[in-house]
């Protein structure tokens, strides 16, 4: 890839992080700034190529970049790399020290999770979005059994296709115990795929739980209110599912949930 376009705009899509927990960056074209950050033991930049037609070829080249081990936080989301891409990245031992990927958009299927799930790299991973791809229950239960992502702190699921039987195999996973923030919205789960959660300890460390338009009903707040999984709850989302009105303010009294205290209904 070396003096081709294709560098020139990765070159460019490059920023330094100045606060990875704001996520502040600035914009980097000094040669200076690239020497420093390779001098440092640890990965510095993000890399943003999201909506930038991104084929497999291209990402071949890119995984081949000598810069690519600086990359702390990498965007891709709505390109044209598909499954196969992601499991070329999944092989990559560049990626050793990648903190945040983002694959939003690009029709990926549940084997391009199972890819990541087996990636020998990507131990550490801390978050992931998924969002907006046909993953289901496959996918899920690839993750979840995955000691490759068994650190995740952030899991975007919003869109997919999940439905009851992929929240349920997000529920069984027996590797999952580090989830801080998990987002479901638009997933279908509906009731019963909310109830597997509820009764899963993979909800045990999780302080923001999204569960927009999943079609839940009054039962489901009941679920919430009873489980012995939230004890870290403090933010909920439930907007637009189908609550009686004010039935989900019985949340903010539920003895169980310790730590409750931002709610979203509609």
């Known amino acids: 890839m070396e003096g081709s376009l294709f560098e020139s705009l990765v070159r460019n899509s490059m920023?330094?992080?100045?606060?990875?927990?704001?996520s502040e960056s600035m914009v980097v074209h000094e040669g200076d700034m690239f020497a420093n950050a390779?001098?440092?033991?640890?990965p510095t930049f993000k890399l943003d190529l999201n909506d930038k037609d991104v084929i497999y070829d291209e990402l071949e080249d890119l995984m081949g970049y000598a810069r690519l081990k600086l990359v702390k936080m990498m965007y891709l989301d709505a390109n044209s790399f598909g499954d196969e891409g992601v499991a070329l990245l999944?092989?990559?031992?560049?990626?050793?020290?990648?903190h945040t990927l983002s694959l939003a958009d690009n029709k990926l299927t549940d084997a391009a999770v199972a890819a990541l799930a087996e990636s020998p790299h990507l131990t550490r991973l801390r978050v992931l979005y998924l969002h907006h791809n046909h993953i289901g229950a496959a996918a899920m239960e690839a993750l979840?059994?995955?000691d490759t992502l068994s650190?995740?702190?952030t899991l975007y699921l919003k869109a997919t296709s999940l439905g009851p039987e992929g929240a349920s195999a997000l529920a069984a996973s027996p590797k999952l115990r580090s989830l801080k923030e998990l987002y479901l919205d638009r997933a279908s789960i509906g009731n019963e795929g909310l109830q597997a959660l509820c009764g899963s300890e993979v909800l045990?460390?999780?302080e923001k739980l999204t569960l927009p338009h999943n079609g839940l009903t009054d039962s489901a707040i009941d679920m919430l209110a009873e489980s012995d999984h939230l004890p870290n709850l403090v933010t909920l989302d439930l907007y637009k599912n189908r609550f009686t009105e004010g039935y989900a303010q019985k949340l903010k009294k539920a003895p169980k949930l310790k730590s409750f205290k931002f709610l979203q209904v509609d």
């Open 15 to 22: 920023t330094l992080i100045t606060d990875i927990d704001k």
């Open 90 to 98: 999944a092989q990559t031992s560049a990626l050793k020290k990648l």
């Open 144 to 146: 979840g059994n995955s």
């Open 204 to 206: 045990d460390s999780v």
């Open 38 to 42: 390779e001098t440092s033991e640890e």
């Open 151 to 153: 650190g995740l702190t």
